[in-house]
């Protein structure tokens, strides 16, 4: 019997962030150590762990990973880098051009590991030749507010970019590299973990011009001069990647099932809706809230109680001045439209622990929600408008604030329906 629904969701969350924790998996898909020289190279917001992890196994590295600021992990050989996520600086510029002149010594004899995460988008940064780190932080801005989705940003990311789109591994050409990636990318496919930076790209600079005019992006001229001009992204099948191995070693799913797995051992029905859910977060949250409400009606006394499960990555298109992410909004505009619906309660985090640019997971509702708004003088409509979901919470103590999770697979979302 669940006698805290609150807190019976907090610990799936916290199950679900704790099996991607690289400390607990990575080791499982390591090789042993080769025997000649060995470079490591990585970049996201799990890429610190990752490295941490490999060295607990291999010992000292030569090496350099790029995470984001907080995120850093004691390694005894690695150099870990901190710098700015989601938008671009230049920490993360001057230590992705030292990586490239790490790599561009090595030769055939060589064994590259590389390390992605989502986060590396941003923290991997060599900006086009004629675009300034400024130019291309603007982009970046102009991205994450569009509303579009995560491949589509990420194919202009490639495309304005001199390490992205395979050609992180290009640059380590000749060695032989192994990539070992988290996804947080729906549908987990490679190429767009990270921006690809060791996965060749059949898009165009004309795909990614295409994308800034669909989303209604403005960019500076440079920007529009430099896709003209095209890009580095390697195509697939380059001999430039013929030595390279890709292997996602950790992704949404097993999240998902193992939070399933401790929910069914505490009595609840599991419904998982889909591991890659897209789309606008008030929109998915208006249709989960319609879903939640039917099971509500469906249910008698002595029923099972019910969890929607769903994972992937949601969208926000920036309206307002407010201060939010993705999964606040949805679990705003799902408290909303549940209208304080008895026995209804949910989670929605980002398990990277950063949901947006805010240093919060994502927010807690309940039957209550909105009868503590009310009392706290707060106006969800007036919220939601605003795009301002982490404030909105912060106002009803209904945030999760884990901190660094040192991993990152992407949006988790419960909602425990009961009779």
Known sequence: MITDPTAFLRRLFDRAVEVADPMRSLALHLPPRPAGRVVVVGAGKASARMAEAVEAEWGPCDGLVITRYGYGRPCRGIEIVEAAHPVPDAAGQAATTRMLDLLAGADEGDFVLA???G???ALLVAPSEGVSLAEKQAVNAGLLASGAPIDRMNTVRKHLSGVKGGQLAAAAHPAQMLALMISDVPGDDPAFIGSGPTVGDASTPADAQAILERWQIAV???VQAALRAGSGVVP??????????????????????AAA?????????????????????????????AQALAVRASLRPGDAPVLLLSGGELTVTRRGDGIGGPNAEFALALAIALEGAAGIHAIACDTDGVDGAAEVAGALIGPETLVRAEAAALDPATALARNDAHSFFAG???????????????????ILISP
Do not use: H
Request: charged content about 20%; overall charge negative; some cysteine.
């Open 115 to 117: 390390l992605i995460s």
């Open 119 to 121: 986060g590396a988008s």
């Open 220 to 222: 500076p001229a440079s």
């Open 236 to 257: 697939p099948g380059d001999a430039r990647l013929s030595r390279v191995t890709n292997r996602i070693y950790a992704a949404p799913v097993q999240s998902l099932e």
């Open 261 to 289: 797995v401790l929910a069914r051992d505490a009595g609840c029905d599991v419904r998982l809706l889909g591991d890659a859910l897209e789309g606008e977060a008030r929109e998915v949250a208006a249709m989960q809230a």
């Open 396 to 414: 009803i103590d209904g945030q999760v604030v884990t901190g660094p999770t040192l991993t990152n697979v992407n949006d988790f979302r419960a």
